[in-house]
């Protein structure tokens, strides 16, 4: 995984993480591990992914094989200069991993889209219309993006409460449980990108929290959708899982009907399609897990996401920022968001330690105080994906 983290006197710079250490890869380029790729070692010393993710897909993947090939004999690749290349994570402070252009919020979780559905108008169909027509989105705040530690003051605005418009600090503060994909290529303003070639433009996945204030949302999204319930805070791992190593994970893709519009038609190689990844993914409330999920329960693919955010002519910049929606599964203990695990207030959670009494214990939102862990960890035919975990800690309204 891939990171930006500085150490001592040492400004902030690319690293791999390896066990529970971070390689260096401006020394090593300097030190001439990188000598027949003719790469030049500053392309390391940035304070972001940027620079890097600009080379290109065949240098990521070039990279991402030599440091590999490296660490699988670090003793003696590294002999004499391990203690040089290789530094403790717990001697670094992790930063941004990438300078964020644009960030763009789908709702590609159909089981998350249902029971807010369910929910909200229970009288109609859980899913809108168009759901199973287009990956569906909204353009997202990239200013208060911030990387996983960072605390998340609760927000204030307007919200109904009782039947009466109120002004406070949000009595529904929320996480939502989703991956980000990071854009490492950029395309020209006008042309689409093909379906075929969309996943060429992914640098790596991250763990993305999209905290959610459920009132403030509510009461301000008719009718030109989410803004200041959403756009005061998100939050993403400090290290990139670069998307070549999720092919181990791949799985074929559920079955998508009503038939879609040819621009969202994936063509399969070998009979099936395989464009869902199965990771599997937890989040955990002041330590304790209270829910755990897996990606292939999104409906709409990566890919399928890049092709229609694109096929309008808007452009991807290199650094911008997608997020996939709340992942959720079928049972109550997969999904991805407290307004689903408490069904809106009324099932209440409760902790180890805690009873649901007085009224003021009962776990239906986040609590000031509240920290909220999201990790991902996925074994298969042998291979291991580990992300970075992402988590905040909610601290009370600034009043």
């Not at 007085?358 to 239906?364: A, C, I, L, Q, S």
Request: glycine residues 10%.
């Amino acid at each position: 995984m891939y990171g930006i983290f500085s150490y001592d006197i040492a400004s902030p710079r690319v690293g791999f993480k390896h066990r529970d250490h971070i390689l260096d890869l401006e020394v090593v380029g300097l030190l001439g591990y990188f000598s027949e790729l003719n790469l030049d070692p500053a392309v390391f010393a940035r304070p972001t992914l940027n620079d890097f993710m600009k080379l290109g897909k065949p240098t990521w993947q070039a990279v991402n094989h030599r440091i590999k090939d490296l660490l699988s004999n670090e003793n003696v690749a590294f002999e004499g200069v391990h203690d040089q290349v290789l530094i403790r994570e717990s001697r670094a402070m992790m930063h941004l991993p990438v300078r964020i252009g644009d960030y763009t919020d789908f709702y590609a979780g159909i089981h998350h889209a249902e029971n807010v559905g369910r929910m909200f108008r229970p009288d109609g169909e859980p899913l809108l219309p168009n759901y199973k027509q287009m990956p569906v989105a909204y353009h997202g705040r990239a200013s208060s993006i911030v990387v996983s530690g960072t605390p998340i003051r609760r927000p204030q605005g307007q919200f109904m409460q009782g039947g009466k418009l109120t002004f406070g600090p949000s009595q529904a503060l929320d996480f939502e449980l989703e991956l980000g994909l990071i854009i490492g290529k950029e395309s020209r303003l006008g042309q689409p990108v093909s379906i075929a070639d969309a996943e060429d433009y992914v640098f790596g996945l991250v763990l993305f929290n999209d905290w959610s204030a459920r009132d403030i949302q509510r009461w301000e999204y008719q009718p030109l959708g989410p803004f200041l319930g959403k756009n005061f805070g998100s939050s993403m791992s400090a290290w990139v899982v670069p998307f070549e190593d999720l092919h181990p994970f791949r799985v074929e893709s559920p079955r998508q009907e009503p038939a879609l519009l040819p621009y969202l038609q994936s063509s399969p190689t070998e009979g099936t399609i395989s464009n869902h990844f199965d990771l599997t993914l937890e989040v955990l409330l002041n330590d304790v897990v209270i829910s755990q999920t897996n990606a292939r329960y999104l409906y709409w693919s990566f890919a399928q996401m890049i092709a229609h955010h694109t096929v309008n002519g808007c452009n991807l910049n290199v650094g911008d920022v997608l997020a996939s929606g709340t992942i959720s599964g079928t049972e109550p203990g997969s999904y991805g968001s407290l307004l689903e695990l408490s069904w809106n207030g009324e099932r209440p959670l409760v902790l180890p330690g805690e009873t649901a009494e007085p009224e003021g214990r009962k776990r239906t939102f986040l609590q000031d105080g509240d920290t909220v862990t999201m990790r991902g960890i996925s074994i298969k035919h042998g291979h291991t994906l580990k992300f970075g975990e992402v988590t905040g800690t909610i601290q009370p309204s600034a009043q």
